[in-house]
């Protein structure tokens, strides 16, 4: 990877990251009927993490935390790679 870097200034080079918690199904009629303070279930639970992603792939896992501020912001702390198949 240094032998690209004189070739590609990769510290301009931005992605966006996406944050995965889980997934659901529901129709649109079911979307449409949603108010406030309603529960939606995912498909996995608290213990197992979330998927961290670039486009489409998944390329880490993480666990949610807080960043301990006064506005305690939400963060995910990486606890490691995916597995490559």
Same mark, same amino acid.
């Given at each position: 990877?240094?032998?690209?870097? %004189? $070739?590609? #200034?990769?510290?301009? &080079?931005?992605?966006?990251?996406? &944050?995965? $918690?889980?997934?659901?199904?529901?129709?649109? @009629?079911? !979307? @449409?009927? !949603? %108010?406030?303070?309603?529960? $939606?279930? !995912?498909?996995?639970? &608290?213990? #197992?993490?979330?998927?961290?992603?670039?486009? #489409?792939?998944?390329? @880490?896992?993480?666990? $949610?935390?807080?960043?301990?501020? @006064?506005?305690?912001? !939400?963060?995910?702390?990486?606890?490691?790679?995916?597995?490559?198949?």
């Amino acid at each position: 990877m240094d032998g690209l870097k %004189h $070739l590609i #200034d990769t510290d301009n &080079i931005q992605v966006e990251v996406t &944050i995965r $918690l889980g997934r659901t199904r529901r129709t649109v @009629a079911q !979307l @449409a009927a !949603l %108010h406030e303070g309603d529960i $939606l279930i !995912l498909d996995q639970t &608290i213990d #197992d993490g979330v998927e961290i992603c670039v486009g #489409d792939k998944v390329i @880490a896992r993480g666990e $949610l935390t807080g960043d301990g501020s @006064a506005e305690e912001r !939400l963060c995910v702390r990486i606890s490691g790679p995916t597995e490559v198949a």
